[in-house]
Protein backbone atom coordinates (compact mmCIF):
# COMPACT_ATOMS: atom_id res chain seq x y z
CA UNK A 1 0.00 0.00 0.00
CA UNK A 2 1.08 3.57 -0.97
CA UNK A 3 -0.72 7.27 -0.51
CA UNK A 4 -1.46 9.10 -3.33
CA UNK A 5 0.73 11.88 -3.21
CA UNK A 6 0.05 12.81 -6.71
CA UNK A 7 -1.04 16.40 -6.24
CA UNK A 8 1.97 17.11 -3.53
CA UNK A 9 5.63 18.74 -4.46
CA UNK A 10 7.92 16.37 -3.57
CA UNK A 11 10.27 18.32 -1.70
CA UNK A 12 7.47 19.48 0.91
CA UNK A 13 6.89 15.50 1.29
CA UNK A 14 10.04 15.18 2.00
CA UNK A 15 10.43 18.33 3.94
CA UNK A 16 7.30 16.70 6.49
CA UNK A 17 8.72 13.14 6.72
CA UNK A 18 12.19 12.84 6.08
CA UNK A 19 15.34 11.42 8.27
CA UNK A 20 17.59 13.96 7.78
CA UNK A 21 20.88 14.71 10.39
CA UNK A 22 20.69 18.53 9.73
CA UNK A 23 17.09 18.27 10.91
CA UNK A 24 18.07 17.34 14.49
CA UNK A 25 20.06 19.99 15.34
CA UNK A 26 16.80 22.25 14.36
CA UNK A 27 14.65 20.09 16.81
CA UNK A 28 17.50 20.72 19.69
CA UNK A 29 17.83 24.59 18.77
CA UNK A 30 13.71 24.92 18.39
CA UNK A 31 13.68 23.98 22.62
CA UNK A 32 16.99 24.94 24.03
CA UNK A 33 17.75 27.69 21.78
CA UNK A 34 19.84 29.98 24.49
CA UNK A 35 21.14 26.29 26.56
CA UNK A 36 25.16 25.91 25.19
CA UNK A 37 25.66 23.55 22.49
CA UNK A 38 29.44 23.54 22.25
CA UNK A 39 32.10 25.12 24.75
CA UNK A 40 34.77 25.49 23.00
CA UNK A 41 38.24 26.21 24.26
CA UNK A 42 35.92 28.45 26.85
CA UNK A 43 34.07 30.18 24.26
CA UNK A 44 30.26 29.54 24.52
CA UNK A 45 28.17 28.21 21.42
CA UNK A 46 24.60 28.88 22.34
CA UNK A 47 21.93 25.58 20.29
CA UNK A 48 20.39 28.55 18.49
CA UNK A 49 24.04 30.43 17.20
CA UNK A 50 24.99 27.34 16.45
CA UNK A 51 21.70 26.57 14.37
CA UNK A 52 21.96 29.79 12.37
CA UNK A 53 25.63 29.21 11.39
CA UNK A 54 24.59 26.38 10.24
CA UNK A 55 21.68 27.60 8.29
CA UNK A 56 23.95 30.48 6.67
CA UNK A 57 26.68 27.87 5.79
CA UNK A 58 24.73 25.35 3.88
CA UNK A 59 23.06 28.16 2.07
CA UNK A 60 26.62 30.00 1.63
CA UNK A 61 27.60 26.59 -0.16
CA UNK A 62 24.88 26.10 -2.42
CA UNK A 63 25.57 29.59 -3.87
CA UNK A 64 28.94 28.39 -4.75
CA UNK A 65 27.82 25.87 -6.21
CA UNK A 66 27.51 22.71 -4.70
CA UNK A 67 25.93 20.03 -6.12
CA UNK A 68 24.09 17.67 -4.19
CA UNK A 69 25.85 14.48 -2.62
CA UNK A 70 29.22 16.03 -3.66
CA UNK A 71 31.86 16.06 -1.34
CA UNK A 72 32.94 18.94 1.20
CA UNK A 73 36.55 18.57 2.41
CA UNK A 74 37.00 19.84 5.82
CA UNK A 75 40.35 19.98 6.91
CA UNK A 76 39.97 21.25 10.03
CA UNK A 77 40.57 20.86 14.12
CA UNK A 78 37.79 20.23 16.75
CA UNK A 79 35.82 23.45 16.96
CA UNK A 80 32.39 24.21 17.16
CA UNK A 81 32.80 25.59 13.60
CA UNK A 82 33.81 21.84 12.71
CA UNK A 83 30.69 20.88 13.80
CA UNK A 84 28.23 24.10 12.47
CA UNK A 85 29.92 22.81 9.01
CA UNK A 86 28.90 19.09 9.63
CA UNK A 87 25.62 20.47 10.42
CA UNK A 88 25.25 22.26 7.26
CA UNK A 89 26.61 19.40 4.83
CA UNK A 90 23.77 17.64 5.92
CA UNK A 91 20.98 20.27 5.33
CA UNK A 92 22.10 21.16 1.90
CA UNK A 93 22.01 17.45 0.79
CA UNK A 94 26.12 17.49 0.62
CA UNK A 95 28.80 15.06 2.03
CA UNK A 96 30.89 16.45 5.13
CA UNK A 97 34.48 14.72 4.02
CA UNK A 98 36.62 15.69 7.50
CA UNK A 99 40.67 14.54 6.86
CA UNK A 100 42.60 12.66 9.06
CA UNK A 101 45.32 15.53 9.38
CA UNK A 102 47.89 12.32 10.57
CA UNK A 103 48.09 10.79 6.83
CA UNK A 104 50.76 11.60 4.51
CA UNK A 105 50.46 14.19 1.95
CA UNK A 106 49.81 11.95 -0.86
CA UNK A 107 47.32 10.24 0.81
CA UNK A 108 45.43 13.25 1.46
CA UNK A 109 45.89 14.41 -1.93
CA UNK A 110 44.69 11.20 -3.34
CA UNK A 111 41.59 11.15 -0.87
CA UNK A 112 40.49 14.79 -2.01
CA UNK A 113 41.03 13.66 -5.93
CA UNK A 114 39.15 10.10 -5.22
CA UNK A 115 36.52 12.37 -3.41
CA UNK A 116 36.11 14.75 -6.47
CA UNK A 117 35.87 17.44 -3.95
CA UNK A 118 35.47 20.70 -5.62
CA UNK A 119 35.35 22.82 -2.21
CA UNK A 120 37.50 22.67 0.84
CA UNK A 121 36.90 24.23 4.33
CA UNK A 122 40.36 24.93 6.13
CA UNK A 123 41.37 26.00 9.03
CA UNK A 124 44.07 28.84 9.53
CA UNK A 125 46.40 26.00 11.82
CA UNK A 126 46.23 24.00 8.43
CA UNK A 127 47.41 26.63 6.00
CA UNK A 128 50.97 25.33 5.27
CA UNK A 129 49.52 21.70 4.86
CA UNK A 130 47.11 23.05 2.14
CA UNK A 131 49.39 25.21 0.03
CA UNK A 132 51.48 21.80 0.06
CA UNK A 133 48.29 19.77 -1.30
CA UNK A 134 46.87 22.82 -3.83
CA UNK A 135 49.28 21.52 -6.81
CA UNK A 136 47.91 17.98 -6.27
CA UNK A 137 44.23 19.12 -6.42
CA UNK A 138 43.44 20.14 -10.19
CA UNK A 139 39.16 19.84 -9.30
CA UNK A 140 39.23 22.18 -6.00
CA UNK A 141 37.82 25.39 -7.18
CA UNK A 142 36.38 26.97 -3.70
CA UNK A 143 38.60 27.31 -0.53
CA UNK A 144 37.21 28.75 2.91
CA UNK A 145 39.34 29.50 5.48
CA UNK A 146 38.61 29.67 8.75
CA UNK A 147 40.23 32.44 10.26
CA UNK A 148 42.15 35.37 8.59
CA UNK A 149 45.20 33.53 6.83
CA UNK A 150 45.76 33.46 3.22
CA UNK A 151 46.67 31.20 1.03
CA UNK A 152 49.19 31.88 -2.23
CA UNK A 153 49.34 30.85 -5.66
CA UNK A 154 45.84 29.60 -6.33
CA UNK A 155 43.34 30.17 -8.92
CA UNK A 156 40.41 28.75 -6.32
CA UNK A 157 37.95 30.78 -5.01
CA UNK A 158 38.88 32.05 -1.59
CA UNK A 159 36.01 33.44 1.30
CA UNK A 160 35.57 33.12 4.72
CA UNK A 161 33.64 30.97 7.29
CA UNK A 162 32.89 33.91 9.40
CA UNK A 163 31.19 35.96 7.06
CA UNK A 164 29.60 32.94 4.95
CA UNK A 165 27.80 31.96 8.33
CA UNK A 166 27.24 35.12 9.41
CA UNK A 167 24.63 35.70 7.01
CA UNK A 168 20.73 35.26 7.61
CA UNK A 169 19.57 32.62 5.86
CA UNK A 170 16.64 30.32 6.68
CA UNK A 171 17.42 26.48 6.22
CA UNK A 172 17.67 25.48 2.20
CA UNK A 173 14.81 24.05 1.01
CA UNK A 174 16.72 21.17 -0.56
CA UNK A 175 15.31 17.47 -0.98
CA UNK A 176 18.05 14.76 1.63
CA UNK A 177 16.47 11.54 0.89
CA UNK A 178 16.73 9.34 3.69
CA UNK A 179 19.81 6.61 2.12
CA UNK A 180 21.36 10.08 0.66
CA UNK A 181 25.10 9.72 2.08
CA UNK A 182 25.64 12.30 5.02
CA UNK A 183 29.87 11.54 5.68
CA UNK A 184 32.52 9.93 3.99
CA UNK A 185 35.02 9.15 6.45
CA UNK A 186 38.51 7.54 4.83
CA UNK A 187 39.67 4.95 6.98
CA UNK A 188 43.90 4.90 7.58
CA UNK A 189 45.43 2.43 4.81
CA UNK A 190 47.85 0.20 5.58
CA UNK A 191 49.34 -1.83 3.08
CA UNK A 192 46.65 0.40 0.34
CA UNK A 193 45.17 3.45 -0.36
CA UNK A 194 42.45 4.69 2.05
CA UNK A 195 38.73 3.38 1.68
CA UNK A 196 36.20 6.12 1.90
CA UNK A 197 33.07 5.01 4.08
CA UNK A 198 29.79 6.28 2.72
CA UNK A 199 27.33 6.73 5.28
CA UNK A 200 23.78 7.92 5.63
CA UNK A 201 21.29 9.91 7.40
CA UNK A 202 19.56 7.47 8.62
CA UNK A 203 22.81 5.22 9.65
CA UNK A 204 23.89 8.43 11.59
CA UNK A 205 20.48 9.06 13.00
CA UNK A 206 19.88 5.81 14.40
CA UNK A 207 23.29 5.27 15.27
CA UNK A 208 23.13 8.64 17.26
CA UNK A 209 19.74 7.87 19.16
CA UNK A 210 20.88 4.74 20.06
CA UNK A 211 23.91 6.13 21.72
CA UNK A 212 22.37 8.49 23.48
CA UNK A 213 19.90 5.90 24.72
CA UNK A 214 22.76 3.58 26.00
CA UNK A 215 24.50 6.41 27.47
CA UNK A 216 21.49 7.71 29.22
CA UNK A 217 21.75 11.46 27.74
CA UNK A 218 18.97 13.25 29.22
CA UNK A 219 16.50 15.33 26.91
CA UNK A 220 14.81 17.94 29.30
CA UNK A 221 15.58 20.41 32.32
CA UNK A 222 18.68 18.54 32.92
CA UNK A 223 21.31 17.96 30.28
CA UNK A 224 24.30 15.81 29.80
CA UNK A 225 27.44 17.25 29.11
CA UNK A 226 30.49 15.61 27.31
CA UNK A 227 33.93 16.06 27.54
CA UNK A 228 35.69 15.32 24.21
CA UNK A 229 39.16 15.74 23.44
CA UNK A 230 39.02 13.07 20.67
CA UNK A 231 39.29 14.11 17.11
CA UNK A 232 36.32 15.43 15.64
CA UNK A 233 37.59 14.03 12.01
CA UNK A 234 36.86 10.81 13.64
CA UNK A 235 33.86 8.30 13.81
CA UNK A 236 34.34 7.92 17.59
CA UNK A 237 34.05 11.09 18.37
CA UNK A 238 31.82 12.61 15.56
CA UNK A 239 29.63 10.03 15.89
CA UNK A 240 29.67 8.38 19.32
CA UNK A 241 30.31 11.20 21.09
CA UNK A 242 29.16 14.75 19.78
CA UNK A 243 26.07 14.17 17.74
CA UNK A 244 24.05 11.82 20.28
CA UNK A 245 24.47 15.18 22.78
CA UNK A 246 23.46 17.94 20.10
CA UNK A 247 20.84 15.51 19.31
CA UNK A 248 19.35 15.40 22.76
CA UNK A 249 20.05 18.93 23.65
CA UNK A 250 23.40 18.31 25.91
CA UNK A 251 26.55 20.85 25.94
CA UNK A 252 29.71 19.18 24.04
CA UNK A 253 32.75 20.48 26.03
CA UNK A 254 36.01 21.23 23.56
CA UNK A 255 39.09 21.76 26.14
CA UNK A 256 42.07 20.93 23.44
CA UNK A 257 44.59 18.19 23.29
CA UNK A 258 44.52 16.44 26.14
CA UNK A 259 46.07 17.62 29.54
CA UNK A 260 45.28 15.87 32.33
CA UNK A 261 44.72 19.07 34.23
CA UNK A 262 43.04 20.88 31.74
CA UNK A 263 40.50 18.02 31.45
CA UNK A 264 40.03 17.61 35.46
CA UNK A 265 39.28 21.54 35.67
CA UNK A 266 36.71 20.74 32.51
CA UNK A 267 34.94 17.92 34.56
CA UNK A 268 35.36 20.37 37.57
CA UNK A 269 33.76 23.89 36.26
CA UNK A 270 31.65 22.24 33.88
CA UNK A 271 30.06 19.72 35.55
CA UNK A 272 30.79 17.25 33.18
CA UNK A 273 28.47 13.95 32.96
CA UNK A 274 30.01 12.19 30.29
CA UNK A 275 33.96 11.34 29.71
CA UNK A 276 35.70 9.14 26.98
CA UNK A 277 39.54 8.30 26.73
CA UNK A 278 42.12 6.41 25.55
CA UNK A 279 43.60 4.12 28.80
CA UNK A 280 46.64 5.74 28.52
CA UNK A 281 44.82 9.30 28.70
CA UNK A 282 42.84 7.48 32.21
CA UNK A 283 46.29 6.33 33.03
CA UNK A 284 47.45 10.20 33.23
CA UNK A 285 44.23 11.04 34.59
CA UNK A 286 44.03 8.63 37.49
CA UNK A 287 47.74 9.79 38.48
CA UNK A 288 46.58 13.25 38.33
CA UNK A 289 44.09 12.62 41.19
CA UNK A 290 46.80 11.04 42.97
CA UNK A 291 48.53 13.94 43.09
CA UNK A 292 46.26 16.81 42.97
CA UNK A 293 42.03 17.07 44.35
CA UNK A 294 39.44 17.44 41.79
CA UNK A 295 35.61 17.33 41.92
CA UNK A 296 34.79 14.78 39.85
CA UNK A 297 31.34 13.63 41.20
CA UNK A 298 29.28 14.92 38.42
CA UNK A 299 30.88 12.23 35.93
CA UNK A 300 27.92 9.41 35.33
CA UNK A 301 30.11 7.70 32.56
CA UNK A 302 33.74 7.04 32.53
CA UNK A 303 34.00 5.45 28.86
CA UNK A 304 37.17 4.27 27.31
CA UNK A 305 37.77 2.40 23.95
CA UNK A 306 40.13 1.63 21.37
CA UNK A 307 42.59 -0.43 23.32
CA UNK A 308 42.26 -2.75 26.32
CA UNK A 309 42.41 -1.43 29.95
CA UNK A 310 44.69 -3.58 32.49
CA UNK A 311 42.42 -4.28 35.30
CA UNK A 312 44.29 -2.11 37.89
CA UNK A 313 44.18 0.35 35.94
CA UNK A 314 40.16 -0.49 35.76
CA UNK A 315 40.21 -0.53 39.14
CA UNK A 316 42.03 3.10 39.87
CA UNK A 317 39.45 4.43 37.34
CA UNK A 318 36.51 2.92 39.30
CA UNK A 319 37.97 4.20 42.45
CA UNK A 320 38.40 7.70 41.25
CA UNK A 321 35.27 8.05 39.33
CA UNK A 322 33.03 6.12 41.96
CA UNK A 323 29.84 7.55 40.76
CA UNK A 324 30.70 6.75 37.33
CA UNK A 325 30.02 3.52 35.53
CA UNK A 326 33.25 2.69 33.76
CA UNK A 327 32.32 0.64 30.59
CA UNK A 328 34.08 -0.01 27.33
CA UNK A 329 32.60 0.92 23.85
CA UNK A 330 33.70 -0.67 20.63
CA UNK A 331 32.66 -0.46 17.23
CA UNK A 332 34.27 1.00 13.55
CA UNK A 333 33.90 3.24 10.67
CA UNK A 334 32.16 1.04 8.38
CA UNK A 335 29.38 0.49 11.37
CA UNK A 336 28.46 3.15 13.10
CA UNK A 337 29.67 2.79 16.48
CA UNK A 338 29.06 2.15 18.72
CA UNK A 339 27.85 -1.41 17.99
CA UNK A 340 28.28 -3.73 21.12
CA UNK A 341 28.71 -1.81 24.61
CA UNK A 342 29.38 -2.96 28.13
CA UNK A 343 26.48 -2.78 30.67
CA UNK A 344 27.78 -1.35 34.03
CA UNK A 345 27.62 -5.03 35.54
CA UNK A 346 30.23 -5.97 32.81
CA UNK A 347 33.14 -3.93 34.17
CA UNK A 348 33.62 -6.77 36.80
CA UNK A 349 31.64 -9.85 35.18
CA UNK A 350 33.25 -9.99 31.47
CA UNK A 351 35.54 -6.86 31.77
CA UNK A 352 37.56 -8.62 28.85
CA UNK A 353 34.49 -8.86 26.98
CA UNK A 354 33.36 -6.08 24.20
CA UNK A 355 29.84 -6.14 26.13
CA UNK A 356 26.17 -6.63 24.05
CA UNK A 357 25.14 -5.73 20.88
CA UNK A 358 22.94 -2.16 21.24
CA UNK A 359 19.14 -2.86 20.15
CA UNK A 360 19.79 -1.32 16.59
CA UNK A 361 22.76 -3.93 16.08
CA UNK A 362 23.02 -7.50 15.78
CA UNK A 363 26.28 -9.26 15.67
CA UNK A 364 27.01 -12.75 15.06
CA UNK A 365 29.95 -15.11 14.01
CA UNK A 366 30.97 -16.29 10.63
CA UNK A 367 33.05 -19.32 9.71
CA UNK A 368 34.55 -18.63 6.31
CA UNK A 369 31.33 -20.08 3.86
CA UNK A 370 29.37 -17.74 5.47
CA UNK A 371 27.25 -19.56 7.85
CA UNK A 372 26.81 -18.00 11.84
CA UNK A 373 28.47 -20.38 14.01
CA UNK A 374 27.01 -21.89 17.34
CA UNK A 375 27.70 -19.73 20.70
CA UNK A 376 30.90 -19.18 22.43
CA UNK A 377 32.70 -20.42 18.50
CA UNK A 378 35.19 -18.79 17.37
CA UNK A 379 34.35 -16.84 14.07
CA UNK A 380 34.38 -13.41 11.84
CA UNK A 381 32.33 -10.85 13.93
CA UNK A 382 29.79 -9.54 11.53
CA UNK A 383 27.21 -7.08 11.52
CA UNK A 384 23.75 -6.16 10.45
CA UNK A 385 21.24 -3.28 10.65
CA UNK A 386 20.89 0.47 10.13
CA UNK A 387 24.72 1.63 11.63
CA UNK A 388 26.18 -0.20 8.30
CA UNK A 389 27.49 2.07 5.79
CA UNK A 390 25.99 2.01 2.29
CA UNK A 391 29.43 0.84 1.53
CA UNK A 392 33.08 2.54 0.31
CA UNK A 393 33.42 4.66 -2.63
CA UNK A 394 34.94 3.41 -6.24
CA UNK A 395 35.86 0.68 -4.48
CA UNK A 396 34.03 -2.59 -5.79
CA UNK A 397 35.86 -5.32 -4.94
CA UNK A 398 36.04 -3.91 -1.28
CA UNK A 399 32.00 -3.72 -1.10
CA UNK A 400 31.77 -7.23 -2.71
CA UNK A 401 33.79 -8.76 0.33
CA UNK A 402 32.39 -6.54 2.99
CA UNK A 403 28.48 -7.21 1.86
CA UNK A 404 28.87 -11.03 1.30
CA UNK A 405 26.60 -13.47 2.68
CA UNK A 406 23.75 -10.83 3.96
CA UNK A 407 26.49 -9.86 6.39
CA UNK A 408 29.01 -6.76 6.57
CA UNK A 409 32.48 -8.74 7.19
CA UNK A 410 34.37 -6.88 9.91
CA UNK A 411 37.70 -8.50 10.04
CA UNK A 412 38.09 -9.22 13.51
CA UNK A 413 37.71 -12.78 15.14
CA UNK A 414 35.78 -13.39 18.13
CA UNK A 415 32.62 -15.31 19.38
CA UNK A 416 29.44 -14.59 20.83
CA UNK A 417 28.63 -16.50 23.86
CA UNK A 418 25.31 -17.62 25.32
CA UNK A 419 24.49 -14.64 26.62
CA UNK A 420 24.46 -12.33 23.73
CA UNK A 421 28.10 -10.78 24.71
CA UNK A 422 30.59 -10.04 22.40
CA UNK A 423 34.48 -11.46 22.80
CA UNK A 424 37.22 -10.08 20.89
CA UNK A 425 40.05 -12.11 19.81
CA UNK A 426 41.76 -10.01 17.21
CA UNK A 427 41.91 -8.49 13.53
CA UNK A 428 42.10 -11.49 11.06
CA UNK A 429 45.40 -9.57 9.88
CA UNK A 430 47.06 -9.30 13.39
CA UNK A 431 46.54 -13.09 14.69
CA UNK A 432 50.24 -14.76 15.06
CA UNK A 433 50.82 -18.29 13.96
CA UNK A 434 53.43 -19.40 15.91
CA UNK A 435 54.63 -22.72 15.58
CA UNK A 436 51.44 -23.83 14.34
CA UNK A 437 49.37 -22.29 17.10
CA UNK A 438 47.20 -19.13 16.53
CA UNK A 439 48.14 -16.40 19.05
CA UNK A 440 45.79 -13.65 19.61
CA UNK A 441 48.01 -10.73 20.25
CA UNK A 442 45.33 -8.68 22.08
CA UNK A 443 45.14 -11.89 24.37
CA UNK A 444 49.10 -10.87 25.16
CA UNK A 445 49.04 -7.58 25.41
CA UNK A 446 46.62 -7.41 28.01
CA UNK A 447 49.02 -9.31 29.96
CA UNK A 448 52.48 -7.55 29.13
CA UNK A 449 50.41 -4.43 29.86
CA UNK A 450 49.96 -5.45 33.25
CA UNK A 451 53.64 -6.08 33.87
CA UNK A 452 54.73 -3.40 37.09
CA UNK A 453 56.82 -0.63 34.76
CA UNK A 454 54.96 -1.24 31.39
CA UNK A 455 53.25 2.05 30.45
CA UNK A 456 52.03 0.76 26.96
CA UNK A 457 52.77 -2.44 24.88
CA UNK A 458 51.78 -3.71 21.62
CA UNK A 459 52.47 -7.17 20.32
CA UNK A 460 52.96 -8.37 16.66
CA UNK A 461 54.28 -11.28 14.84
CA UNK A 462 57.74 -11.40 13.19
CA UNK A 463 59.18 -13.69 10.86
CA UNK A 464 61.26 -16.55 12.63
CA UNK A 465 63.01 -19.73 11.03
CA UNK A 466 62.13 -21.60 13.76
CA UNK A 467 58.54 -20.61 14.52
CA UNK A 468 57.21 -19.33 11.61
CA UNK A 469 56.12 -16.03 13.05
CA UNK A 470 57.64 -15.27 16.68
CA UNK A 471 55.43 -13.00 18.84
CA UNK A 472 56.95 -10.13 20.32
CA UNK A 473 56.27 -7.42 22.36
CA UNK A 474 57.33 -3.94 22.00
CA UNK A 475 56.61 -2.11 25.45
CA UNK A 476 56.94 1.69 26.58
CA UNK A 477 58.49 1.64 30.19
CA UNK A 478 56.50 4.12 32.81
CA UNK A 479 59.87 5.04 34.49
CA UNK A 480 59.18 2.85 37.44
CA UNK A 481 61.55 0.14 37.07
CA UNK A 482 64.97 -0.32 35.69
CA UNK A 483 64.90 -0.02 32.09
CA UNK A 484 67.50 -2.95 31.28
CA UNK A 485 65.26 -5.04 33.73
CA UNK A 486 61.92 -4.90 32.26
CA UNK A 487 62.61 -7.96 29.05
CA UNK A 488 63.01 -10.30 31.79
CA UNK A 489 60.88 -8.90 33.64
CA UNK A 490 58.07 -9.64 31.10
CA UNK A 491 59.15 -12.85 30.13
CA UNK A 492 58.57 -14.45 33.61
CA UNK A 493 55.09 -12.38 33.64
CA UNK A 494 54.10 -14.25 30.76
CA UNK A 495 54.69 -17.53 31.47
CA UNK A 496 53.28 -17.11 34.69
CA UNK A 497 50.18 -15.90 32.96
CA UNK A 498 49.94 -17.00 29.41
CA UNK A 499 50.68 -20.58 27.68
CA UNK A 500 53.61 -21.59 26.60
CA UNK A 501 53.47 -20.76 23.15
CA UNK A 502 52.09 -17.52 23.93
CA UNK A 503 55.02 -16.37 25.76
CA UNK A 504 56.78 -13.13 23.65
CA UNK A 505 59.61 -14.85 22.31
CA UNK A 506 61.29 -11.16 22.14
CA UNK A 507 60.85 -8.13 24.41
CA UNK A 508 61.66 -4.70 22.76
CA UNK A 509 61.93 -1.37 24.98
CA UNK A 510 61.22 1.85 23.26
CA UNK A 511 60.14 5.32 24.29
CA UNK A 512 57.08 5.94 22.20
CA UNK A 513 54.83 3.72 19.77
CA UNK A 514 53.77 5.39 16.58
CA UNK A 515 49.67 6.17 16.68
CA UNK A 516 46.91 7.11 14.67
CA UNK A 517 44.81 10.04 15.95
CA UNK A 518 42.44 8.27 17.90
CA UNK A 519 45.50 6.24 19.88
CA UNK A 520 45.64 2.82 18.14
CA UNK A 521 49.05 1.41 17.96
CA UNK A 522 49.88 1.63 13.91
CA UNK A 523 50.55 -2.10 14.16
CA UNK A 524 52.31 -2.17 10.17
CA UNK A 525 55.07 0.17 11.51
CA UNK A 526 56.10 -1.88 14.44
CA UNK A 527 56.40 -4.36 12.46
CA UNK A 528 58.74 -2.56 9.94
CA UNK A 529 60.70 -0.89 12.50
CA UNK A 530 61.53 -3.92 13.96
CA UNK A 531 63.03 -5.92 10.90
CA UNK A 532 65.25 -3.03 11.53
CA UNK A 533 66.01 -3.18 14.51
CA UNK A 534 66.08 -6.60 15.77
CA UNK A 535 66.95 -8.75 12.21
CA UNK A 536 67.46 -12.11 13.66
CA UNK A 537 68.43 -10.72 17.47
CA UNK A 538 68.77 -13.03 20.84
CA UNK A 539 65.25 -14.29 21.59
CA UNK A 540 63.53 -13.26 25.01
CA UNK A 541 65.88 -10.04 25.70
CA UNK A 542 66.03 -7.75 22.44
CA UNK A 543 65.70 -4.14 23.05
CA UNK A 544 65.80 -1.48 21.31
CA UNK A 545 65.30 2.15 20.73
CA UNK A 546 62.60 3.18 18.59
CA UNK A 547 63.08 6.29 16.70
CA UNK A 548 59.87 6.94 14.25
Avoid at 226 to 232: A, E, F, K
Avoid at 413 to 420: A, I, L
Amino acid sequence: MKPDLAGLDPLDVNLATRTCVGDALARSAAIFADRPAVIDHGEVVTYGALDAAADAFATSLLEHGAQRQSAVTLLMGNSWRFIATYFACARAGLVAMPLNVTLTTSDLAWIVNDARSTTLVVDDAWLGLLERLLPELPNVTNVVIVGVGEVANTTADVTRWDALAAKAAPAPRVLVEDRDTVQCLYTSGTTSRPKGVLVSHVSVLVAGLTNALMMEYRWGATPSVLLNVLPLFHTTALNTLCLPVLFTGGTVVLPGPFDPRTVLGEIESRRVTHVMLLPMMWAAIVRELDATAHDVDSVRRAIYAMAPMPRDLLDRVARAFNRADVILGSGQTEVVPATVLQWPEHRTSAPESWGPSVPTVMTRCLDPEGNVVPANETGEIAYRGPHVASGYWNNRDANTAAFAHGWFHSGDVGHVDERGVVWFTDRLKDIIKSGGENVSSVDVERVVSSVPGVAESVIVGVPDPYWGEAVCAVIVPDGTVERAALPGAVIEYAKAHLAGFQVPKRVVVTSELPKTATGKTRKHEVRAWLSRVTGDGERNDVSGEAHQ
